[in-house]
């Protein structure tokens, strides 16, 4: 047990579960392509299985814990309650980072779910049910695959990193420059680029040491709140993209594999202030 008046083990049992049968669900469907509505815009897609996944795991977490709170993608778009985050136990929940590609039945989406406690996180759990990568942390006891410790990669140098980060899903002509300049900026400069479509499971390649750095613009909490402690437990660091200290909220990410190269990157950086944030 962590905080005293939270079972930190009951709640890493039940969304263990939870995100078991979530799994399964969203493995099924992503064996047909997959009908959608648009959100935002016409690249920010919503589907019945994230809709259907965020009400499975919101409403098995509350029969066990009627007094946690949420914070989940479909129903802030929804517009739902305003994401502000408490001192109350919180799951921030994406029920399915990756829409694009589960839409196209491109199988990497994940389910990303994360546990805050004090503003805290304590519990980080991605899970890619199509390809049976579940990545797993708990505060101060390490992250894992499928039960097996990983680590950062631990590399220093910005040439020789492997670099992930997406185009997001904007079509904000400022964003697009920032983010087009960027890639022209840092391809040069780092061993190369990766993509995989679902920002959680970018972080999840920083955690297992297969890339060195993520960074992204215009991220949501529930994009990263799972991933963050993944790297963290890991033994890497995520920092906001201007070199300072992190902010769920903010909507920017930068995560490596060292302070050193984490440090280095955000130099190189055209920065970009994400609106509305997520609070
Ligand atoms: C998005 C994906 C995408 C990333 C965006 C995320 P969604 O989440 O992870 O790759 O670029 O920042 O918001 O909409 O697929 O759940
Ligand atoms: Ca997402």
Redesign the pocket.
């Known amino acids: 047990m962590g905080d005293c008046s939270v079972d930190l083990d009951k709640c890493f049992e039940v969304v263990s579960q939870l995100v078991d049968k979530a799994g399964a669900l969203v493995a099924k469907r992503n064996e047909t392509r997959q009908e959608f509505e648009e959100k935002a815009n016409d690249i920010?897609?919503?589907t019945a299985t994230?809709k259907e996944v965020e009400q499975l795991l919101i409403n098995g977490l509350l029969d066990v814990f009627p007094d946690h709170k949420f914070i989940g993608?479909e129903e802030s778009a929804a517009g739902g309650a305003p994401n502000k985050l408490t001192d109350a136990p919180t799951w921030i929940i994406?029920p399915?980072?990756?829409?694009?590609?589960?839409v196209h039945s491109f199988p990497h989406?994940c389910i990303s779910i994360g546990l805050k406690v004090n503003k805290v996180t304590e519990i980080g759990i991605v899970f890619n049910p199509m390809l049976g990568q579940r990545f797993s942390a708990r505060r101060g006891q390490g992250a894992y695959l499928n039960g097996r410790r990983i680590h950062v990669s631990g590399q220093k140098e910005l040439g020789k990193s492997l670099v992930t980060t997406?185009?997001?899903?904007s079509r904000d002509t400022e964003k697009l420059k920032v983010v087009f300049e960027n890639f022209q900026n840092i391809v040069p400069k780092v061993h190369g680029f990766r993509?995989?479509?679902?920002?959680?499971?970018?972080l999840c390649m920083v955690a297992l040491g297969a890339a060195d750095i993520n960074f992204?613009f215009?991220?949501?909490a529930?994009?990263v709140c799972a991933g963050e402690l993944l790297v963290l437990e890991a033994g890497g660091v995520v920092i906001d993209t201007t070199g300072g200290k992190f902010d769920i909220m903010s909507r920017r990410i930068l995560a490596a594999s060292s302070e050193e190269l984490a440090q280095e990157f955000a130099k190189h950086l055209t920065q970009f202030s994400p609106q509305p944030r997520d609070d």
Request: charged share 25%; net charge negative.
């Open positions: 920010d897609l919503v994230d993608e994406d399915v980072d990756g829409t694009m590609n589960f989406s997406e185009f997001g899903t993509m995989l479509g679902a920002a959680a499971l970018n992204e215009g991220v949501h529930w994009d």
